[in-house]
């Protein structure tokens, strides 16, 4: 198996990821939306982001865990990260990426892998090594960039296609270089089969950013955008309706 690309491009001095999500209030609201209704009534002991970036969701996750790692490939992320951090005890970093996470076996007991899968077109060896660190009674709430969501599948019916089983390239011919690591879309099923050839099971799944669309955005105030949507997580979820889908995810007994 060749050697993975290094998984750096976030080191990118023009590209900040903090400022990635202004203007995405209603996409983070949603995702928080789906981790509440996934970590309702449960606490942890050591919960690690996996490619986590600047630690946008560490904060929150402390509400659920003593401990909490930022892992992420970027140092530059990370550098973000002190600051954006400051200030919130009990939350650490680890410069490392997916196929070999620098930490132990068995040593964290809820992992969260959110807008990562976009970068793993082969995500095997990613989720064997989510399942070495996991302990045998923890979990992992895996987000995927769905390729098979509601308006993509009305492109495809129109073209008198199905939605691919294989990830997707969603970057244009123009924007797309060798060297760079991938950005792809996923179909759920197949990311449902191949966790479950490496012994880890789907437990639960939410459909989230149901309504994300510029123009909607535009037209309709966020408090009423995010109660309509956490009313749709659940009823879409086996419809793979909305662009995530949020797979709770356990070892297989």
């Known amino acids: 198996m060749p050697k993975p690309k290094k998984a750096n491009q976030y080191d990118d001095p023009s590209f900040n990821y903090l400022h990635y999500w202004d203007g995405r209030d209603y996409e983070n609201a949603a995702e928080r939306i789906a981790l509440k209704r996934l970590l309702k009534g449960k606490h942890f002991k050591h919960a690690a982001d996996i490619g986590g970036g600047y630690g946008r969701l560490c904060v929150f996750l402390k509400d659920y865990a003593d401990k909490v790692t930022l892992a992420e490939p970027s ?115 197949t990311v449902i089969k191949q966790l479950a050839h490496e012994g880890l099971k789907v437990e639960k799944i939410l459909s989230v950013s149901n309504l994300r669309s510029p123009g909607l955005k535009k037209v309709m105030p966020r408090g009423l955008m995010l109660t309509i949507e956490k009313s749709l997580q659940k009823p879409l979820a086996k419809s793979f309706f909305g662009p995530s889908t949020f797979l709770l995810i356990k070892k297989a007994s």
């Open 75 to 189: 140092q530059q992320q990370l550098d973000i990260g002190k600051d954006f951090l400051k200030g919130h005890k009990g939350i650490d970093m680890v410069l490392t990426q997916t196929e070999d996470l620098k930490l132990k076996d068995k040593s964290v007991d809820l992992i969260t892998v959110i807008r990562v899968m976009h970068h793993l077109p082969e995500p095997a060896a990613s989720f064997a090594e989510l399942k070495r660190v996991l302990t045998d009674d923890g979990m992992i709430i895996l987000e995927v960039a769905n390729n098979a969501h509601g308006l993509n599948r009305l492109r495809y019916a129109l073209k008198g296609k199905k939605v691919p089983e294989q990830p997707v390239d969603i970057r244009s011919k123009k924007n797309r270089r060798d060297d760079e690591i991938a950005f792809v879309n996923h179909h759920p099923k």
